[in-house]
């Protein structure tokens, strides 16, 4: 179902895609698919779903062979970039529904969570794996803003017609080199609250980066690690 539902996405777009049709076109009963999928956006969750499992497995050789932050982060923002790229046309679509905060299909939304949070595990690896020196205070909320990055090269990429998304490449190779850079200046602890401020300001007005706060708050009560 969820491969018809994203050729339907792409041919007839997010918006005039029933659940019937999505149904009929998968050789299933409406019932059934409602059973699997309670609705549309339930379906672009599993789309997300897929999209971050590929990603968690496809940037195993990345993060086994580097070590320095730079290239790992650039490599797996590239690899996200080259499991994508069927998706496109799709993606461009229903951009303006995934746009929408109160939207499901926001990736800050609470249903997006785990997505979300396998995304963030992907960036918590880059960062625990790397060479980079990071104070602990800010092992936990630099990995969500490395994931926020992610999110601005993505809305860049659902806009990018370059071929073979060039432009998109250049500017996950820049923004790596440029969070490299910053992570480094963060082991001055002058410049410490500064991470925690911004952190704070996306939390406070993103309401999936709340719930992750509320969280790992409640994993730090606990003791986990």
Do not use: C
């Not at 690899?79 to 529904?97: C, G, R, S, T």
């Amino acid at each position: 179902m969820l491969e018809t539902a994203l050729r339907l996405f792409q041919e007839r777009g997010y918006d005039r895609t029933t659940m019937r049709a999505i149904a009929k076109e998968a050789g299933v009963s409406v019932g059934n698919a409602y059973y699997y999928f309670s609705s549309k956006e339930h379906l672009v969750q599993g789309f997300y779903d897929r999209i971050a499992a590929e990603h968690q497995e496809a940037v195993r050789p990345v993060l086994d062979r580097e070590k320095g932050l730079e290239a790992r982060m650039a490599g797996v923002l590239n690899v996200w970039l080259d499991i994508a790229a069927p998706y496109h046309e799709f993606a461009a679509q229903f951009f303006k529904n995934a746009a929408d905060p109160e939207s499901p299909l926001s990736p800050f939304s609470p249903e997006s969570e785990h997505a979300r949070q396998a995304a963030i595990s992907v960036h918590r690896e880059v960062l625990a794996g790397s060479r980079a020196k990071v104070a602990d205070e800010l092992t936990d909320v630099l990995p969500e803003l490395m994931w926020l990055s992610q999110m601005g090269l993505v809305l860049y990429w659902v806009f990018d017609r370059s071929e073979g998304s060039e432009r998109s490449r250049r500017l996950a190779d820049r923004g790596a080199r440029l969070t490299t850079r910053g992570v480094a200046l963060f082991r001055f602890r002058a410049l410490r609250p500064l991470v925690r401020e911004v952190h704070e300001l996306f939390t406070d007005f993103l309401p999936g980066m709340a719930g992750a706060a509320v969280a790992r708050k409640q994993r730090a009560d606990r003791g986990d690690s």
